[in-house]
T-cell receptor, first 116, second 109 residues
């Protein structure tokens, strides 16, 4: 089946640094990718939707200058958390929609970010 | 390898009961999650099981058997609004989520 990978799986960084998280679709072309964050045992909160080759659409309350999203190819989207602070510590999950099947979303394993 | 299996699609009748099964094989185990996802929306958390047994939350219950690598989500008194995809996800020893492909549940009047 379709696989979505994320890198890194864990990251610990100092406050004020920037962290880049990659999301890749491994065996299909993802025209649309989604970025979520999740706090323990809570629902996934959609942060932004990115379409290949165009600017991401951010959800209300998500700072676009802080969470930079680049969807430069049909298999890769990146989320950069700029000037990270401890409150940005969370579990970040991406998902990718197969361009040939608009109904199906495949989820990545998640990236745990801890900002000290 | 790591693998999660759940049925692709199920159909049930309004007012009835449906059980969605999930089997998992992961490197280590730190719990089993169930999410509900309506089309075009983010998944919402339904349940988390890490110990064997049944956990009931209103109309929804979730069961886990660690020795069998098996879980199910039980939905009672089905309502039309329960039509959605139900995602099973296992958390491995690295606290990474291994996702099932989701079960599309269709509720008929």
């Amino acid at each position: 089946g379709a696989v979505v990978s994320q890198h890194p799986s864990w990251v610990i960084c100092k406050s004020g640094t920037s962290v880049k998280i990659e999301c890749r679709s491994l065996d299909f072309q993802a025209t649309t990718m989604f970025w979520y964050r999740q706090f323990p045992k809570q629902s996934l909160m959609l942060m932004a939707t990115s379409n290949e080759g165009s600017k991401a659409t951010y959800e209300q309350g998500v700072e676009k200058d802080k969470f930079l999203i680049n969807h430069a190819s049909l298999t890769l989207s990146t989320l950069t958390v700029t000037s990270a602070h401890p409150e940005d510590s969370s579990f970040y999950i991406c998902s990718a929609r197969d361009g040939s099947s608009q109904e199906t979303q495949y989820f990545g394993p998640g990236t745990r970010l801890l900002v000290l | 390898g790591q693998n999660i299996d759940q049925p692709t699609e199920m159909t049930a009748t309004e007012g009835a009961i449906v059980q969605i099964n999930c089997t998992y094989q992961t490197s280590g185990f730190n719990g089993l999650f169930w999410y509900q996802q309506h089309a075009g929306e983010a998944p919402t958390f339904l349940s988390y099981n890490v110990l064997d047994g049944l956990e009931e939350k209103g109309r929804f219950s979730s069961f886990l058997s660690r020795s069998k690598g098996y879980s199910y989500l039980l939905l009672k008194e089905l309502q039309m609004k329960d039509s959605a995809s139900y995602l099973c996800a296992s958390m491995d020893s690295n606290y990474q989520l291994i996702w099932g492909a989701g079960t599309k549940l269709i509720i008929k009047p």
